[in-house]
């Protein structure tokens, strides 16, 4: 960063009308996000999630032009597909999504025409010499490359703050959650447990399984639909 300036950036925070109700076409809202982001300076831009807010990912591109490192961070597989963030047993994001795709009409839903251009951008934004991925897990970074092999991928896991959250004492903390001292703890979560994507029926299956050989502890939406489980 450039002396004097601090390099934090709001992102779209600042810039809500580049948002999922912007108002601009796709190529002038990515020209006003790259200015936006050119105003701090930046030696690395970290792009995340953008299929929430509805950006195409032709918007990383803009970003390169400020002369940042860009990076792309693949939590789940919407960088790699034509499309959708969750594949499934589909194989179409290895051959060339297109209009045939079985979840079109499903989110982060796209016009059935305008998803092989979708795929194609991708191959050619992250593949070879392209945006680097980094990526949450060795199973995004195999599916990543499954699905574009001379892109660059490396596994950068999820951090936490030892300042904040450290080792304390186990007996204690089962006491205060209600966890029986003599079992063994299966611990998991998801943003919202009846999302199929999410695999609660799973998880309800393991639970029910092991009966009391283990306690299930869940956290997230919905986490008192899996029985069997303590949800808090």
Known sequence: NRPGVSGEWLGTHSLPELGRKRVYSNERAAQRFALGAAGAYPDVIIVGNIHNPR?????????????????AYMH????????????GPCKMYQSGCDETCPTATQYPALPPELIHDAWL??????????????????????????????????????????????????????????????????????????????????????????GRQAHGVVLGANSDVIPGAQAI
């Open 121 to 210: 951008n991708r191959r050619r934004i992250f593949g070879k010499g392209g945006i680097p991925l980094a990526v949450n897990s060795h199973w995004t970074k195999r599916f990543a490359l499954e699905a574009i092999p001379d892109a660059r991928v490396d596994v950068v896991h999820y951090g936490l703050d030892t300042d904040l959250f450290s080792a304390g004492d186990k007996a204690e903390a089962r006491r205060r959650l209600g966890i029986p001292q003599d079992r063994v703890v299966i611990l998991s979560g998801a943003v919202n447990l009846q999302d199929a994507r999410k695999g609660g029926v799973h998880l309800q299956a393991h639970f029910q399984r092991l």
């Open 76 to 87: 789940d597989c919407h960088f790699a597909t034509g499309r959708c963030a969750y594949a």
């Open 55 to 71: 950006w195409p990912v032709t918007f990383l591109e803009s970003l390169r032009a400020t002369g940042a490192q860009v990076i």
